[in-house]
T-cell receptor, first 116, second 115 residues
């Protein structure tokens, strides 16, 4: 079984400042890792994913994340945020290819509030 | 190529009524997943379906909830005799067959309010 911990429930940040959202996971097997963004009253949009290969993953909207196997972390970063990045961000894990590989385990979410 | 379509977007039901939530997956996606998001919480897995087959329903409440994905038509999540605690956002996601792990596409959700 897997679990996901998002260490910050809310992150206030000024416009054009960098932001890091922390995500740690626990699993007895290798996993796939995802970050999703949810804008108010909308569904989830995939920002980026790590399946294998390079541990630095680049996603949409200038976001990137680094997979650290030894620390079981998958922190999300953006060097300079915009007001439009105000949203809830979810880290998620799933087991690799199995009958239920697509069953995602989500963290509780981190609310990012960007102010001018 | 339309995305995952969920309807209705908003649904209000009185306690004791039935709620039916529909999800049409993306073209070419044969796997459907339902998740529930309670207020101030992350998404919780409910059920994973393929056409005419429930693969994993480990997240479904034991009573009042059921899901189907018929050969033709959308996937349906059905909640009988709704209670206030069922108020939540219900999201559907679809994915291609498991050999192609490109991740999910989520719908915009159905927000159920039980009054």
């Amino acid at each position: 079984a897997q679990s996901v911990t998002q260490l910050d429930s809310q992150v206030p940040v000024f416009e054009e400042a960098p932001v890091e959202l922390r995500c740690n996971y626990s699993s007895s097997v290798s996993v796939y890792l995802f970050w999703y963004v949810q804008y108010p009253n909308q569904g989830l949009q995939l920002l980026l994913k790590y399946l294998s290969g390079s541990t630095l993953v680049k996603g949409i909207n200038g976001f990137e994340a680094e997979f650290n196997k030894s620390q079981t972390s998958f922190h999300l970063r953006k060097p300079s945020v915009h007001i439009s990045d105000t949203a809830e961000y979810f880290c998620a894990v799933s087991p690799p290819l199995t009958d239920s590989w697509g069953k995602l385990q989500f963290g509780a979410g981190t609310q990012v509030v960007v102010t001018p | 190529n339309a995305g995952v379509m969920q309807n209705p977007r908003h649904l209000v039901r009185r306690r004791g009524q039935e709620a039916r939530l529909r999800c049409s997956p993306m073209k070419g996606h044969s796997h459907v997943y339902w998740y529930r998001q309670l207020p101030e919480e992350g998404l919780k897995f409910m059920v994973y379906l393929q056409k005419e087959n429930i693969i994993d329903e480990s997240g479904m409440p034991k009573e009042r909830f059921s899901a189907e994905f018929p050969k033709e038509g959308p996937s349906i999540l059905r909640i009988q005799q709704v209670v206030r605690g069922d108020s939540a956002a219900y999201f559907c996601a679809s994915s291609p067959p498991w050999e192609n792990p490109n991740g999910y596409t989520f719908g915009s959700g159905t927000r159920l309010t039980v009054v």
